[in-house]
């Protein structure tokens, strides 16, 4: 997500080259550009064109020389969907770049128009890459960042939290970073995002989730109750609790050794080690058994195995509670 240092780091750069398919970085990548163009020249104007609004000719027409020499920005996106007729334009363009003028050519990467990504990197275009974040780690990594730009502190729990309640999306992740850090004082733990977030379905589903491994079936049927009455989809709950039940079973068989060497093993950041620790207290092997085949039988049901998925669920919860207290 860093900028690729070509041969410079200036926003102001004759040609920025943003790559990737992460949309919230792609706009990022031109909003900077943006912003230091009117800081530079308050007047600059800024022309954000598509693929297909950028025909042969129209490039020489926005970058034609000005009575007034006026700052401006060119921003095309989805450039590997450009004519081969504009892509001629561009590469032509890229060898004789107009000075006050600044291009940014937002490219998906990939084989698709990689001859203008090519000709663009050869240029010396300041490169800013925005690849699609696929994996937890790198939305965690993402949330971590945000906190570190806005200043602020959070807990590895709190940023854990905030990525099992916001899910995939990183506007959204980037949204509640900023609602947290204009709210809440100080360091930013795990309560005050689930204050904030616990309505959301993947956060409500987790709680769910460690309340009936850790064997507090009251406390896990209320949860329960809360999230489908708010909408929460039954499949979700059925999928905390079997990875809450993996977790215990993973920690219970592994080797013993520190949380860091424990989390390369099992590939589980090293704060879910400690919380599973404490969860796995009077689980046996037995009662990891008995739970994950609850809840495969749930997860059946609310598919449309059965008949009540409300009560599949209830059944689920009920018996990985009890597991949870077998060894005690």
Known sequence: M????????????????????????????VQQVVAAARASDPDTDVRDLTSDQLQPGTLAELTSPSL????KVVIVRNAQDLSADTVKDVKAYLGDPVEEIT?????????????????????????????????????????????????????????????DSIGSDLRELASAVSQLVADVEGTIDE???????TGRAEASSFTVADRAVEGRAAEALEALRW???TGVAPVLITSALAQGVRAI????????????????????PP???????????????????????????ADAGVKGGGDDPEYALEKAVVAVARAARSGR
């Open 271 to 297: 704060w879910k080690i400690d919380r599973v620790r404490q969860q796995m207290r009077g689980w046996t092997p037995d009662g990891v058994a008995v739970a994950l085949r609850a809840v495969a039988e």
């Open 191 to 197: 309560a005050v995002v689930a204050r904030y977030y």
């Open 103 to 163: 291009l940014v050519l937002l490219h998906a990467g990939g084989a698709k128009g990689k001859g203008l990504l090519d000709a663009a990197r050869k240029a010396g275009a300041r490169e800013v890459a925005c690849p699609k974040t696929t994996k937890p780690a790198e939305r965690l990594s993402f949330v971590r960042s945000e906190f570190r730009a806005l200043g602020r502190s959070a807990t590895p729990e709190a940023c854990q939290a905030l990525v």
């Open 2 to 29: 860093a900028t690729r240092r070509n041969s410079t780091d200036d926003p102001l750069a004759p040609l920025t080259l943003a790559v990737g398919q992460e949309d919230l970085l792609l706009d990022r990548a």
């Open 227 to 229: 999230s489908l009455s």
């Open 249 to 268: 079973g993973k920690l219970s068989s592994a080797r013993g050794g520190r949380p860091a060497d424990l989390a390369r093993e099992l590939g589980m």
């Open 68 to 71: 007034f020499a006026e700052r």
